[in-house]
């Protein structure tokens, strides 16, 4: 019979050593994207191959096994790969590293400690190994298959230096390969001190538990929220790189199933065509097991608080609730070698968003609106002392409206990520960031408020080149049930210049002259419900956080500040019914109109938030009369350029 304290030791210690291996490669390694960023993540696998914590998604052990049986593995034994068409589908694209390390107890193998993480370069056509113009993966980096890194503990020299041979960034790649492969290795000493301790039948009795768990919790909780039946959605990435702007689609239909208590059925048919492109992904290995796990956090949301979702680890106890179905070789999905994929989280993020949205049609949009937390942008040239360097940050951005609450501002997808610390930034590379900030008005109306995204500016001190690996710069975070979209993705170098440009979100050397200031705002999450519905305080609120403008309180909730004089009120109106929120809009505590029309809102001790309540009132008794039908989803008013003119698609109505 399971001993229940055993178990919650046991659960104890997977998350402590799980902890205890991210620490310590966040305080030996060397790289800004490893070390200060964080991204990366680790993950406890037991001898079936079964991820066993819940606190971050992880790749695969699955490669590793086949390639090298665990029969032949010994203590000290380091295993790497980074080859997206051998990993099984646990790595995207070639700068994802992965170590593995085998747990022994009695001399055979009883778990796996694994840790990948996003490298700043492994060769390729361009720093940072993502050439947004890629045509096959050979141009991408140097492809590794699943190889012996440390033999017994000894590690393998001529492997390590054909790969630091390939990298603009050896130092930094030795570092952080040295400081994750030790990191595992001390993860398995702990691991096997549990085993010591317990046993191995005792201890894998409480790993089924811990997964079985999860299985019932999930099939009670989440799973029985949603209807049976079958529901369609789609969403796109609009650009590849290699083809002028499109819609490049993702579609799922989702089915639950009554039988075996509840299942879900992930149809992944009329996915688009693979594109030219590297914004593919190869999802349909191992049954789709990494997209399992990847896709299952967005189940969380049907739990029945903030509270409960926050509680629901995602570990193998999802995979057999999910079923997956492939299209044929040869879409977005199912990549035939050796088709590019160093942008995938095109693909997979929106994976995230089409899930949601098919869900919300079940569950009367009882599911966040959309986000889009990951975008590459940075810089690259030569500092004073004539040395190559490369900065590159992963900036988040706002999270999706939710039916209780407003998104999160500046988050970020992957767990514990963070952007670089100014102070840092500036010591080390010949720039300095003028600006670090909210983007006002970029979250989506609604409701509630989709969150904030990033306003970052950068003032170049050398000449240099701008890197971007982005989407949503055309196509926004779509809002739901009478939510708006955020606004998109932008780069503008040298705003208010003589050289003002807008820079395409996929760039891979964007010259950039010194004293030239790069602008970069990230993505506003989409809005939740109606934002007629919002309460004037909360978007009085807003305005006094500085999280809008007065000109979006106006234009987009309906809210007259008392200081918009009677006459400037028809301007009022043409604010409210004549601006794109796709257009570039003021950045500041307010607005001021040609005619006049002036909001007076600042930050100082006479700020004006005073509201002309029954001018709003009327204003909003407007605005709904003469908006007509409102989609289930709003996409912005950049889907009508890549549709042909098109504002919803066939799936956004109920």
Request: proline content about 7%.
């Amino acid at each position: 019979m399971l001993n229940p304290v055993l178990l919650e030791i046991v659960e104890g210690t997977l998350a402590s050593v799980e902890r205890e291996v991210e620490t310590a490669i966040a305080r030996t390694s060397r790289s800004p994207m490893i070390r200060d960023a964080h991204d990366f993540r680790v993950g406890i696998h037991d001898a079936r191959l079964r991820k066993l914590t819940g606190r971050s998604y992880s790749a695969l052990v699955h490669p590793v096994v086949r390639d090298y049986p665990m029969g032949t593995m010994r203590p000290g034994d380091v295993f790497f790969h980074n080859d997206v068409y051998l990993s099984e589908g646990g790595i995207g694209h070639l700068p994802d590293l992965c170590v593995t390390v085998p747990v022994f107890h009695d001399g055979a193998v009883a778990a796996f400690v694994q840790a990948f993480g996003h490298h700043d370069d492994i060769g390729g056509a361009c720093p940072g190994s993502m050439p947004s113009g890629a045509r096959s993966v050979f141009e991408e980096g140097l492809m590794v298959p699943p190889i012996r890194l440390w033999d017994a503990g000894v590690p393998n020299e001529a492997a390590l230096k054909i790969m630091t041979r390939n990298s603009r960034m050896p130092d930094s790649l030795a570092a952080d390969l040295d400081a994750e492969c030790s990191a595992c290795l001390m993860g398995a000493r702990r691991l096997g001190e549990v085993f010591a301790r317990y046993g191995r039948r005792a201890v894998e009795e409480c790993f089924d538990a811990i997964i079985d768990l999860t299985t019932e919790t999930f099939r009670r909780e989440v799973l029985a929220k949603i209807p049976d039946g079958s529901y369609t959605w789609e969403d796109y990435a609009e650009h590849d790189g290699v083809d002028p702007p499109k819609l490049h689609r993702q579609r799922i239909t989702v089915t639950k199933l009554p039988e075996d208590g509840g299942k879900l059925v992930i149809d992944f048919d009329g996915t688009g065509p693979q594109a030219k492109g590297p914004i593919n992904h190869c999802g349909d290995y191992a049954d789709g097991n990494f997209l399992k796990k990847w896709l299952a956090p967005v189940l969380r949301n049907l739990a029945d608080s903030p509270e409960r979702m926050a509680e629901l680890d995602v570990n193998e106890g999802v995979v057999p609730l999910i079923e997956m179905r492939f299209p044929p070789p040869g879409t977005l999905l199912t990549p035939v070698f050796p088709a590019p994929t160093n942008a995938r989280t095109f693909v997979i993020l929106r994976l995230l968003g089409v899930l949601s949205g098919a869900l919300a049609k079940a569950v009367d949009g009882r599911m966040p609106a959309d986000q889009e937390t990951i975008r590459y942008t940075g810089v690259y040239g030569t500092d004073a002392e004539g040395l190559p360097y490369l900065m590159r940050e992963v900036l988040g951005g706002g999270s999706g409206g939710r039916y209780y609450a407003d998104g999160e501002d500046t988050i970020h997808v992957v767990p514990d990520s963070r952007n670089i610390p100014v102070e840092f930034a500036e010591a080390r590379w010949p720039f300095r960031v003028e600006k670090l900030g909210l983007a006002v008005d970029s979250g989506g109306p609604g409701r509630f408020r989709g969150g904030l995204g990033y306003e970052k500016q950068i003032r170049m001190l050398r000449d240099a080149e701008f890197m971007s690996i982005a989407d949503r710069s055309i196509l926004a975070c779509w809002g739901v049930k009478g939510g708006r979209a955020g606004r998109p993705f932008e780069v503008v170098i040298d705003p208010g210049g003589p050289a003002e440009r807008v820079v395409d979100a996929l760039a891979d050397a964007e010259p950039v002259s010194a004293g030239e200031v790069i602008r970069i705002r990230t993505t506003g999450g989409g809005g939740w419900g109606d934002p007629l519905e919002r309460p004037v305080e909360e978007v009085v609120r807003d305005l006094r956080w500085g999280k809008i403008s007065a000109e979006g309180a106006l234009r987009d909730y309906g809210v007259v500040m008392a200081s918009v004089s009677e006459q400037a009120r028809p301007d009022a109106l043409e604010v409210a019914f004549g601006l794109d929120r796709a257009s570039s809009l003021p950045v500041g505590a307010g607005f001021q109109s040609s005619t006049g029309l002036e909001a007076n809102v600042g930050f100082g001790a006479n700020a004006g938030f005073d509201v002309d309540a029954e001018a709003t009132e009327e204003l909003r008794e407007t605005m709904r009369a003469t908006r007509g039908s409102v989609a289930f989803f709003d996409r912005g008013p950049g889907f009508a350029a890549l549709a042909k003119g098109a504002t919803s698609a066939y799936c956004d109505w109920l």
